[in-house]
């Protein structure tokens, strides 16, 4: 039982990851349709970006204040995210509104290589770290109800918890928020929302910023626990089942195929993996979402789309 939990409690809190980097691209297809393959490439050049800023801000400072170096490479970062936002929609958004569908995709498409190639010459191609403090030593919890406790690792909870404040903080900006109902008018309906006054512009340049300050979290974690390199970006690859299982315009369905698609990959390969060798955790989540893309493509929690003639 106990390590039954153990597997479940480690499931979950991966799974929270998994829903913040989703989060990144419901916010984008919520305001403009279209699914945002740069989604990696955002987190990748903002944990560059916290990185290589925290390096040097500390050095500047005498290497004795990582604590004020890092809270200034994380405002330094943030700060370059925005200016990404907005260049992309001046430069690329602007240009392309009420365009199709396959258009706008190959515009992100574009967005990832530039910001990946932008990257590198900023930043450099070496492995960095990132040290935010989060302690990796495991630890021992709930003596008291289960015989022994359970094992789980400091890094990953304290990843959660911050992951899943994020997660409700932006659920609340969607739902109580003028600016979260005008995202959503926008996502609807492009024309209609111009047509009573909803500035498409700004809309776009606002909803980037958030998706950015989602990808400068979710870099900053998995840059902590992975190491910043070039490979991160395929980080968000493990979050494409979850926007599928979860419904791509849908915050709530994301969280949940987060979850889903974290328990199940912890559980399959503990339990299932020996049966068959190994690696179910690699493939698990693509298979279940291939499985919702042939039953129900619109997700758990998504629209469905019916086209009347």
């Not at 990144?24 to 050049?45: D, R």
């Not at 004020?68 to 001046?90: K, Q």
Request: with cysteine; proline share 2%; aromatic share 10%.
């Amino acid at each position: 039982m106990t390590f039954f939990l153990e597997t479940l409690i480690g499931g979950l809190m991966a799974g929270m990851l998994y829903s913040l980097v989703a989060l990144g691209f419901v916010l984008i297809f919520k305001a403009s349709g279209v699914f945002n393959f740069a989604q990696g490439a955002m987190v990748l050049f903002a944990a560059l970006s916290m990185a290589r800023f925290s390096e040097w801000i500390n050095a500047a400072l005498g290497g004795d204040s990582l604590v004020l170096a890092n809270i200034l490479a994380f405002v330094l970062a943030g700060v370059a995210m925005f200016i990404v936002a907005w260049i992309i929609e001046r430069l690329v958004l602007r240009n392309l509104v009420n365009q199709e569908g396959a258009t706008l995709l190959m515009a992100t498409l574009g967005i990832a290589y530039v910001l990946e190639g932008v990257g590198q010459t900023l930043f450099g191609s070496e492995i960095y770290k990132i040290d935010v403090g989060m302690p990796k030593d495991p630890v021992m919890m709930l003596e008291s109800v289960f015989e022994g406790g359970i094992l789980i690792n400091k890094e990953d909870l304290y990843a959660a918890l911050i992951a899943a404040v994020l997660v409700v903080l932006l659920t609340l900006f969607f739902q109580k928020t003028s600016t979260g109902r005008a995202l959503r008018a926008v996502a609807d309906d492009h024309q209609a929302a111009l047509s009573i006054g909803i500035p498409l512009n700004r809309i776009w340049v606002i909803v980037w910023c958030v998706a950015g300050l989602v990808a400068l979290v979710a870099g900053i974690i998995w840059g902590s626990k992975l190491g910043v390199q070039f490979s991160l970006a395929t980080v968000a690859m493990r979050a494409l089942p979850v926007v599928i299982l979860g419904g791509l315009t849908s915050v709530p369905g994301a969280i949940l195929g987060g979850l889903i698609i974290g328990v199940g990959e912890k559980l399959s390969e503990v339990y299932l993996g020996p049966m068959v060798g190994g690696g179910i955790e690699i493939w698990f989540a693509y298979m279940l979402a291939l499985i919702f893309l042939l039953f129900r493509p619109q997700g758990l929690f998504g629209e469905k789309i019916i086209d009347r003639v």
